[in-house]
């Protein structure tokens, strides 16, 4: 069931193998071969596991001309050997310059269960259902820092209002089973009037 229902029009793009279906179905999108232009917000979807194809990349560019507000989401986290790092230092190099407002944290089995905020520095849990907000602890601090002092600056910069203007192309970590980032995504559309 869709999890966005504002009457958006929002399009998803990407490589079939991270998921991009999958993605629209949640979001109340529609996942688009052709770049139309006429999208409110485009969700591009990237599995760190297998890149991003030529495809996506002309997608991307397709719509600077329609300055169209952006936002990577960053799938299939749970498999194989590429992370939300890897994602970031792709989209980077081959879309536009990327801001994390979230990192990923894992669990002792290496996998993602929770997201720390560049902005407030909260963890967000995702191990209980629903997922609850938690101060971090100073080691989480001292890791994030250099972090937080990039994204901080880098929004100082933007404003608040760059991602709806098309300006600034957030990066989301997703898995969509767990919910995470899912609250993440939903507040960037909320952001985007018609």
């Not at 596991?49 to 989401?73: C, F, M």
């Not at 980077?92 to 905020?117: E, K, M, W």
């Not at 259902?129 to 929004?155: G, R």
Request: glycine share 6%; charged share 20%.
């Amino acid at each position: 069931m869709p999890t966005h229902s504002s009457g958006l029009r929002i399009s998803v793009y990407g490589h079939p193998s991270a998921q991009p279906e999958s993605v629209a179905d949640l979001f109340g999108a529609t996942h688009n071969s052709e770049v139309g232009g006429s999208e409110d917000v485009a969700i591009f979807v990237i599995n760190p596991n297998s890149g991003v194809d030529e495809k996506t990349i002309s997608d991307w560019a397709a719509l600077d001309e329609y300055q169209t507000p952006r936002l990577i989401t960053v799938t299939n986290l749970e498999n194989g050997e590429g992370d939300f790092d890897d994602a970031v230092l792709l989209a980077n190099r081959l879309f536009d310059q990327i801001v994390t407002p979230y990192l990923v944290l894992h669990d002792d089995a290496g996998l993602p269960c929770a997201l720390i905020s560049l902005e407030t520095q909260e963890i967000i849990d995702y191990s209980t259902l629903p997922s609850k907000v938690i101060p971090s602890d100073a080691e989480h601090q001292t890791l994030v820092s250099e972090f937080v002092a990039e994204y901080k600056s880098h929004m100082a910069v933007m404003g608040e209002e760059s991602f709806a203007a098309g300006l600034l192309f957030p990066a989301i970590p997703l898995w969509i089973e767990k919910n995470i980032g899912v609250d993440i995504v939903n507040k960037y559309l909320s952001q985007i009037s018609r």
